[in-house]
Nanobody, 125 residues
Framework: QVQLVESGGGLVQAGDSLRLSCTAS????????LAWFRQAPGKEREFVTA????????YYADSVKGRFTISRDNAKNTVYLQMNALKPEDTAVYYC??????????????????WGQGTQVTVSS
C-alpha cells in the first residue's frame, strides 16, 4: 500500500505562487489515481484536482481552473500541485489522496482510500 506525505505549504500573499508536493512510498505508485483536496476551517473537505495514472487526463474544480496545475512524476513517486494567483479563499489544509481503483468519480472523498496528513496553505490579503 502507498503512504503519502505532503510538503510545500506555507504563508504567502494574495497573487503569489506555491507548489505543493506529495511523495509516496511503495512500488505501485504509478497505478494510483491521485488527487488534491482541501479543507478550510469550519468547512467540509473539497475536491481540488485529480490526475489519472499516466498523467494523461486531469480534472479541476471550477474554483481553481486556470490557476492550479496538477502533475505527477511516476519515476519519483511524486505528485505536484502548482498554485498560481493565490487568493485568500484558497487558505486551507491541502491533502493528497490516492486510489488504486477508479470508482466512477474523482471528486468524492470516499473515492480515495489513502490520504496524506495535510499541509497548511495560508494566503493573506
Amino acid at each position: 500500500q502507498v503512504q503519502l506525505v505532503e510538503s510545500g505549504g506555507g504563508l504567502v500573499q494574495a497573487g503569489d505562487s506555491l507548489r505543493l508536493s506529495c511523495t509516496a512510498s511503495g512500488r505501485t505508485f504509478s497505478s494510483y489515481v491521485l488527487a488534491w483536496f482541501r479543507q478550510a476551517p469550519g468547512k467540509e473537505r473539497e475536491f481540488v484536482t485529480a490526475i489519472t495514472t499516466n498523467g494523461g487526463r486531469t480534472y479541476y474544480a471550477d474554483s481553481v481552473k486556470g490557476r492550479f496545475t496538477i502533475s505527477r512524476d511516476n519515476a519519483k513517486n511524486t505528485v505536484y500541485l502548482q498554485m498560481n494567483a493565490l487568493k485568500p479563499e484558497d487558505t486551507a489544509v491541502y491533502y493528497c489522496a490516492a486510489t488504486a481503483s477508479y470508482s466512477g468519480t474523482y471528486v468524492r472523498t470516499n473515492a480515495y482510500e489513502r490520504w496524506g496528513q495535510g499541509t497548511q496553505v495560508t494566503v493573506s490579503s
